[in-house]
């Protein structure tokens, strides 16, 4: 975040783009915690599943789309324990949070991380922000390569490479 308000996010090829914030992610007239996206995505790429849990209400939902559960419908993740859980199941064996974007009542963001079975994994996200933590998050979730994950955790054996297959 620079003195003047403003949020540097970078895209995949480094592309610098300034996004002017209102009051440092303050959503003008609005009361309450700010949620801090810095320890956010601390407590991700630092693997604390607790500190990552803790961000989240304690009725949060998580809606999923993946390979999975397609459009139109969805899965969802309810609570802090069931999000524990399903984050738990997500095997990422390290990782990357980047795109940031800070918009007060909603921030966005993508993971990048590897399963331990050399699977590549991206999702994209979306969040609803209340009273300092994540109330509602939409998430798309791609990946490639050889998996041998059991299908019925929801990561399906794709049998296409999804990053090196040319379109």
């Given at each position: 975040?620079?003195?003047d ?7 995949p090829?480094d ?7 209102h ?7 609005r009361r ?6 810095t ?8 693997r ?14 998580i ?5 999975a ?14 999000i ?7 095997d990422?064996a390290?990782g990357l949070?980047?795109d ?12 990048r991380?590897?399963?331990r079975?050399?699977t590549s994994?991206?999702?994209a ?13 939409r998430t ?7 998996s041998t ?5 929801g990561?399906?054996r794709?049998?296409?490479d999804?990053w090196?297959?040319?379109?």
């Amino acid at each position: 975040m620079t003195t003047d308000g403003r949020a540097t996010v970078r895209d995949p090829g480094d592309l610098r783009l300034d996004l002017r914030l209102h009051g440092r992610g303050r959503v003008p007239g609005r009361r309450g915690p700010v949620f801090d996206l810095t320890g956010f995505v601390r407590a991700r790429e630092h693997r604390d599943l607790g500190a990552r849990v803790a961000w989240y209400a304690e009725d949060a939902d998580i809606h999923v789309v993946d390979p999975a559960s397609p459009p139109p419908g969805s899965r969802t993740v309810h609570g802090r324990p069931a999000i524990r859980a399903w984050f738990d199941s997500l095997d990422a064996a390290g990782g990357l949070v980047t795109d940031l974007v800070d918009g007060g009542d909603v921030v966005a963001f993508t993971e990048r991380w590897t399963r331990r079975d050399g699977t590549s994994v991206v999702a994209a996200s979306t969040a609803e922000v209340r009273d300092g933590l994540v109330a509602v998050q939409r998430t798309v979730l791609a990946w490639g390569g050889a998996s041998t994950a059991d299908p019925s955790d929801g990561w399906t054996r794709l049998g296409k490479d999804l990053w090196t297959t040319a379109g």
